[in-house]
């Protein structure tokens, strides 16, 4: 292409052709930034899944060992079954959401701690949750010995009460497992020790399995030989974890027992209760629901219905769940090495893909609204009513998808009492009203209760927490996230050292 000058001569305009390896002059800084995001988005998630693969595979053969100790009940007697399944769903359900939301403090603490190279507090840490739980496991022991009254009181059968009350003393072991194994899990997650998690997981799960089948099939102990099976099953997961993390495979987090463990205990135990009470307010809400839809007129079918999506729930939450874990260790490491924006974009790669995921099973549950019962019942009645209750456990599962990642943000920051009163709020004072106005009040049964607590509780605090979250601070909580392994940190030999010379 020819141009003139005001002179008049004529020059010739030569078109660059972009080089190789890009444009010299910009052309590709757009390309480049879109190759530089997607490489990180693809570091990220082979982070997230290094602890999300693991995590979900542990957490679904520890949910597992419950059912298959529920079918093993089932095998004895309706008594033996129903007994074993309120111990294990309500009581031990209960006590299981406090103790793991109050072991979640470490989430913070270790997570921060790890990505701060303050690599010897983890060990410390572990210690005074062991004790902070391990106390709290005796001020709970009073619902596993006076559970047959208190369910005679509420108007179960008397056999169905006693029943029950034997297999509460009988699962008091596994009760005190909890105050050490949830400490060592989350030490572990948090400095990215995930595979050994999954494999003790699996060895659990094997042994509840033989022991139950040799209780039954073998030498007829009955529930009792069940709940044995179960205990041991449990503290099998601790003794390895233990061995794991004692016998050398943590050098740098574990130094040995310390009387360490002891300081700042008081300080401890407020940022664990504020943790269990965020957690446990979100595990006993849906427990509520099944509680309130058993006073409804003809409950029976409504409970059986509402039972199968509850289950069917419990199975796909493993994978948020999951997510809740990942999210919390990756940003916990990242505002303890004082990487805001890295914090930052891990919260948002696993809102997306969590979000993916719950999409396709709300869609799965969608497409398959009439056929996904038949796995669990053959009563036309039951049947129809899941069918009904189809698109609510759906929106649950979509639900899912974002707000136990955002749950993971808070706990990977330290927002856990900030989070406590919303969820308060929203469950409570919000949710229940909403749902007990929609199935009594406007006669809507087991929908309006459900449909009630699902956009009256559950879908407000996702909106609020997604809210919090995008309007973060990040490099601020990178800080405050300084300013807290600073003050919970107890110096080493090397600091002293240092601060000497």
């Not at 570091?43 to 595979?57: D, Q, S, V």
């Not at 094997?206 to 709940?227: N, P, R, T």
């Not at 839809?293 to 796909?316: F, H, K, P, R």
């Not at 696993?350 to 796995?375: E, N, P, R, W």
Request: aromatic share 12%; glycine share 8%.
């Amino acid at each position: 292409m020819a141009t003139v000058d005001r002179d008049g001569n004529a020059h010739q305009l030569v078109l660059q052709e972009p080089a190789a390896d890009g444009d010299p002059h910009g052309r590709d800084h757009e390309d480049e930034e879109k190759t530089s995001l997607s490489r990180r988005a693809w570091a990220e998630t082979r982070k997230l899944w290094h602890i999300i693969g693991p995590a979900i595979f542990g957490r679904m053969a520890q949910y597992t060992m419950n059912i298959v100790t529920q079918a093993f009940a089932g095998h004895l007697g309706e008594v033996e079954l129903a007994a074993m399944s309120i111990a294990i769903n309500v009581l031990i359900g209960f006590n299981y959401g406090l103790l793991l939301g109050m072991a979640s403090a470490l989430e913070t603490l270790c997570g921060q701690a790890f990505g701060a190279k303050r690599y010897h507090m983890l060990g410390i840490y572990m210690q005074r949750s062991w004790i902070v739980l391990f106390l709290c496991c005796f001020l709970l022991l009073p619902f596993y010995v006076f559970v047959a009254p208190l369910l005679q009181l509420l108007g179960q059968p008397d056999d169905v009460a006693e029943m029950t009350g034997t297999v509460a003393l009988w699962l008091i072991p596994l009760h005190f497992s909890f105050a050490f194994q949830f400490p060592l899990w989350r030490f572990l997650q948090s400095q990215l020790k995930t595979q050994v998690l999954a494999w003790v997981s699996l060895a659990s799960l094997a042994i509840d399995v033989l022991v139950s089948w040799l209780s039954i099939y073998v030498f007829d102990f009955g529930v009792a030989g069940l709940c044995v099976g179960l205990d041991l099953s449990w503290w099998f997961l601790v003794l390895a974890m233990f061995a794991y993390t004692v016998c050398g495979r943590c050098q740098l987090t574990w130094t040995g027992f310390s009387m360490k463990a002891f300081s700042g205990l008081w300080e401890f135990v407020k940022l664990s209760a504020a943790s269990g009470v965020m957690l446990c307010l979100e595990n006993w809400y849906y427990r509520i629901l099944i509680l309130m839809t058993g006073y409804l007129q003809n409950a029976t079918v409504a409970v059986d219905a509402l039972s199968i999506c509850m289950s069917i729930n419990g199975w796909e939450m493993m994978i948020p769940l999951s997510f809740f874990a990942a999210t919390g260790v990756r940003v916990a490491n990242e505002l303890g090495a004082g990487n805001g924006r890295a914090a930052k974009f891990a919260t948002v790669v696993s809102v997306v893909q969590s979000t993916m995921i719950g999409c396709f099973f709300c869609a799965l549950i969608m497409v398959l609204h009439d056929k996904f019962a038949y796995i669990f019942a053959s009563s036309a009645d039951v049947l129809e009513e899941v069918d009904k209750l189809s698109y609510l456990l759906g929106i649950t599962i979509l639900l899912n998808g974002v707000q136990p990642v955002l749950s993971g943000v808070a706990v990977g920051s330290g927002w856990q009492a900030y989070v406590a009163y919303i969820n308060l709020g929203c469950y409570y004072i919000v949710g229940l009203p909403l749902g007990f106005l929609m199935g009594w009040v406007f006669h809507l049964g087991v929908v309006g209760i459900w449909g009630g607590m699902i956009f009256g509780g559950t879908a407000v605090q996702t909106v609020i927490l997604t809210v919090i979250t995008i309007r973060c601070d990040w490099e601020k909580e990178a800080e405050k996230a300084k300013a807290r392994v600073a003050k919970w940190s107890t110096p080493t030999l090397e600091d002293d050292e240092s601060a000497a010379s």
